[in-house]
């Protein structure tokens, strides 16, 4: 399902470049047709070649982070901006290399060989020609370069688009091996990669092998949450602690609605509340048999609320109407003040722009809870990034070492002097010191601010808003409050690469769309089923459920 | 390529190519651009079509993708929601040429009627200018106009009367993108009707007025028939693209009303090809679309050279 929210974004334009750093990446669990695919992450294949993790601790947060179970941490969270900050590389990390680079970009591109460019190049010793690219049409642009077997040196491939870019049928013939460079402790030779904890490797590793360099790793990506106008809740006495079952949501329905003067309660929250029915991400093991989402009586369940939410008409006509690239106008204008939602939108451009709509505007998140208000909450981890970058096979083995120190370079752990300068610029030229936290200039808005280098590789997100603390603090405690509910999904972070047909059969779009209809109170929960019995019978779901308990999880177990 | 094609048939065919070649060699050295941009841009991509019989791996390459015969068209004959498409299409188209088709030329006789050219400028003007805006922009103005929470609406709840489903009402869709159309193109659409009335001649009227003809039948016998032509032209060209009502329009749509309304052939294309990554699938539905459209633009240019009428050209 994480796949399909993705897939649809890109239409919908609502992913913002901003909101990455602490943005929960979304599961990828397909990879495209076709035969010659590299297999599925094995457990134990895996922790051969892992890399080593040597956290780095030589800047202190002023809010800790806090850990759940395996894998789980929330991110550490930064007031301000640290006054001392310390470099971690010495000398240029290249060699006077020459490479191109391809990222995706949700903005505005900068103009080429421009300042910030020359800048970098000089501090990081190569020539990196950048070349971002519209992030909202990458997975049209990509797959034309595979085709004709022209990749950059070094280029970002979005995890959720890899059946778009058919990452798997990429590693080892156009995407280089990294293996022997980076696993185990070989990491330790590039001390800000061995500072990505081991989970964000995952998601660049296939076929028990490594070949991506994760950026924004975090151990709390989620889905979404169900976030809230927190100013106006407030002022209305109405606390996140209040809200503990699916009726206490429904019941804020029919409080918050007014519909004459033109404020509806909800925007769309279906993607980010199914699992509190109980229903799996996509996939759950009951009693060894592999049950998919779309079997389960859960999942009925959660559209069936969902669908009594629209018909209640609590619900924003326009939201009904399909219309989610308003969702935020309509948030900001105070028209909805519920929404279901990505954790990336929570950050300093959020607080800006609802500020500029209204001065007293917060945003809040609704701890998770489970629908019965009972039983304990969970929420599903994610893997630990979705932002993967690859180097090209065709480069040489001393061009890799050069390009992972140039990586190295551009992972340096949060205010450092590397981070200041890959996300800020030169002082003085792209950013100038106000009130103790980088200011950029016209030049930094331009051609900094608009992140490239950060796509090829970043440390561990941290959370950070400068000028804007209370968006870190609501953040870090939304996390700390709810990282003991997060637990990892069956095939988390597994990267499987199916055939073509399976690869059909799982988007289900026949299923996805009567669903939308049904969450919006146009149809009825018998159409739904009736739809996921002919996705079973006809659509190829029964293959595909025959196909993962066959290849996925009888040879390589659930993952978690 | 059309000066050839009629030259030939126009003429008794006396004069050997090569004399024809040097006699027109000027009209196809300036006809060869549009041609070589034809070439490169329409007919080379033919070649893409190969897909449809495939299963297409865009890593493989069409060369390397496994060959698939006509499986894929037995999935489209076989798939209910392809059907569904079809019959959205047709049903749109049809309803779109009772209510569409006549309005532009409805428009254009009255503009004609209108004797002062700068009230003529205006009008015009005003009714052109939705045709420069995206589908985006005019579906939104018709949200915020007509939409759930749209001023119209809202204006029905703050005086307590019952709302009225305009845009997410899967009954009365084919009459609302009819209306977006006219709304947006039927301005443009005047422009072709209003030079073919500007070519009437002016002393047909006045004889025919002399002769005691009223407004009426002047409109009858002399402005009807000198439109006749550039109508039956319009008419073919849209039969020809019966399956075509547009894309964007419906992409848009498509969640306000659900799919089973607004799915035509060319989302359904998109969707169940491109944004599934099933490209085969989406290239077999798009070439059996573009078969039938042919077959119906050829049957249309018949059925008007059978009525004497010039169609797409003169036979």
């Keep these: 399902m994480g796949n399909e929210l993705n897939r649809r974004s890109f239409l919908n334009a609502a992913v913002s470049a901003a909101g990455l750093v602490a943005m929960g990446p979304l599961l990828s669990a397909c990879g495209g047709g076709g035969p010659q695919r590299a297999g599925v992450n094995s457990e134990s294949g895996l922790k051969a070649v892992l890399p080593a993790y040597v956290p780095n601790t030589s800047i202190k947060p002023d809010i800790p982070s806090v850990a759940g179970g395996p894998d789980v941490l929330t991110d550490p969270g930064f007031l301000g901006y640290p006054a001392n900050r310390p470099a971690t590389v010495s000398g240029v990390p290249g060699k006077g290399g020459r490479y191109s680079a391809v990222t995706p970009l949700w903005g505005t591109i900068p103009p080429a060989d421009n300042s910030f460019y020359q800048a970098m190049n000089k501090a990081l010793g190569v020539t990196l020609d950048m070349k971002p690219a519209d992030g909202n049409n990458y997975n049209t642009i990509i797959p034309t370069m595979t085709a004709a077997k022209k990749l950059p040196d070094w280029i970002n491939l979005p995890g959720w688009w890899n059946p778009a870019f058919n990452t798997a049928g990429l590693v080892g013939n156009q995407l280089a091996d990294l293996t022997p460079y980076l696993s185990g402790d070989n990491i330790k030779k590039y001390p800000n990669l061995a500072a990505i904890p081991s989970a964000a490797w995952r998601a660049g590793a296939w076929g028990d092998k490594l070949y991506g360099i994760p950026s924004f790793a975090t151990g709390c990506g989620v889905a979404g949450a169900i976030m809230y106008r927190r100013d106006i809740l407030d002022a209305k006495g109405i606390t996140a602690d209040q809200v503990k079952s699916a009726d206490d949501l429904m019941n804020l329905g029919k409080e918050l609605t007014d519909a004459k003067g033109g404020v509806w309660a909800f925007d769309d929250v279906y993607r980010y509340f199914y699992t509190a029915f109980g229903a799996p991400l996509k996939w759950k093991v009951d009693n060894g048999k592999l049950i998919h989402l779309f079997e389960t009586q859960e999942f009925l369940d959660a559209a069936d609320w969902h669908r009594k939410l629209a018909v209640a008409g609590?619900?924003?006509p326009d939201a009904l109407a399909g219309d989610n690239a308003g969702g935020n106008t309509r948030f900001y204008s105070g028209k909805t003040l519920i929404s279901g939602g990505g954790l990336g939108v929570w950050n300093l451009a959020?607080?800006?722009s609802g500020q500029a709509a209204n001065p007293n505007f917060r945003r809040g998140a609704f701890n998770f809870f489970a629908a019965d208000g009972k039983s304990a909450p969970r929420v599903d981890l994610n893997p630990a990034t979705n932002i993967v970058s690859y180097l090209n096979a065709n480069l040489k083995p001393e061009q890799i070492e050069e390009l992972l120190s140039v990586a190295?370079?551009?992972a340096a752990p949060f205010g450092s002097a590397e981070y200041t300068m890959v996300n800020f610029g030169v002082e003085g030229t792209h950013f100038t010191m106000k009130d103790g936290v980088p200011t950029p200039t016209e030049a930094g808005q331009k051609e900094v601010q608009a992140k490239t280098y950060p796509f090829l590789a970043s440390a561990p997100a941290a959370i950070n808003n400068?000028?804007?603390?209370?968006?870190?603090?609501?953040?870090?405690?939304w996390q700390a409050a709810n990282v003991k509910a997060m637990a990892k999904p069956v095939f988390w972070s597994m990267n499987i690469s199916m055939p073509s047909a399976q690869a059909t059969a799982e988007a289900a779009q026949p299923v996805e769309d009567t669903l939308k209809d049904v969450i919006h109170g146009k149809k009825s929960i018998q159409d739904l089923k009736d739809s996921v019995a002919n996705w079973?019978?006809?659509?190829?779901?029964?293959?595909?459920?025959?196909?993962t308990n066959d290849n996925v999880l009888q040879k390589h177990g659930t993952g978690q | 390529m059309t000066t050839l094609r009629s030259d030939r048939a126009g003429r008794p065919a006396k004069l050997s190519w090569r004399i024809r070649l040097r006699r027109d060699r000027s009209l196809i050295l300036m006809t060869l651009p549009a041609v070589v941009l034809l070439v490169v841009f329409n007919y080379v991509p033919l070649f893409g079509l190969a897909t449809a019989f495939q299963e297409y791996d865009p890593l493989a390459g069409v060369w390397q993708s496994t060959w698939a015969g006509l499986y894929q068209f037995e999935r489209l004959l076989g798939d209910s929601l392809f059907?569904?498409?079809?019959?959205?299409?047709?049903?749109l188209s049809f309803v779109q040429l009772i209510l569409f088709f006549p309005v532009p030329i409805a428009l254009a006789l009255l503009l004609n009627s209108v004797l002062s050219q700068r009230i003529r400028n205006f009008f015009q003007s005003v009714v052109y200018l939705p045709h420069f805006f995206s589908w985006v922009l005019a579906i939104t103005i018709f949200q915020q106009m007509l939409g759930g929470a749209g001023a119209l609406n809202q204006f029905l709840r703050s005086n307590d009367i019952g709302t009225w489903d305009i845009m997410t009402n899967p009954d009365t869709f084919a009459l609302l993108v009819t209306s977006q159309v006219i709304w947006k193109e039927a301005g443009w659409g005047?422009?072709?009707?209003?030079?073919a009335l500007a070519a009437i001649n002016t002393d047909l009227y006045e004889a025919a007025a002399a002769d005691g003809a009223g407004r009426w039948r002047r409109l009858w016998h002399i402005t009807l028939p000198g439109l006749r032509a550039v109508i039956v032209l319009m008419l073919v060209l849209r039969l020809g693209n019966a399956l075509t009502v547009g894309f964007e329009q419906f992409l848009i749509q498509r969640n306000a009303v659900g799919h089973d309304t607004a799915e035509v052939l060319d989302t359904f294309s998109f969707y169940y090809g491109i944004a599934t990554g099933d490209y085969s699938y989406g290239a077999a539905a798009g070439l059996f679309k573009s078969v039938i459209s042919l077959l119906l633009i050829w049957g249309a240019n018949k059925l008007a050279h059978a009525f004497g009428e010039d169609g797409l050209y003169r036979k």
Excluded: M
């Design chain 1, 314 to 316: 609590y619900i924003h």
């Design chain 1, 350 to 352: 959020d607080l800006q």
């Design chain 1, 408 to 410: 190295n370079y551009l």
């Design chain 1, 466 to 477: 400068p000028n804007g603390d209370i968006v870190t603090k609501d953040l870090a405690a």
């Design chain 1, 536 to 547: 079973k019978s006809s659509g190829g779901g029964d293959r595909l459920i025959q196909w």
């Design chain 2, 83 to 91: 059907w569904g498409a079809l019959k959205n299409t047709l049903y």
């Design chain 2, 190 to 195: 005047i422009i072709v009707f209003l030079a």
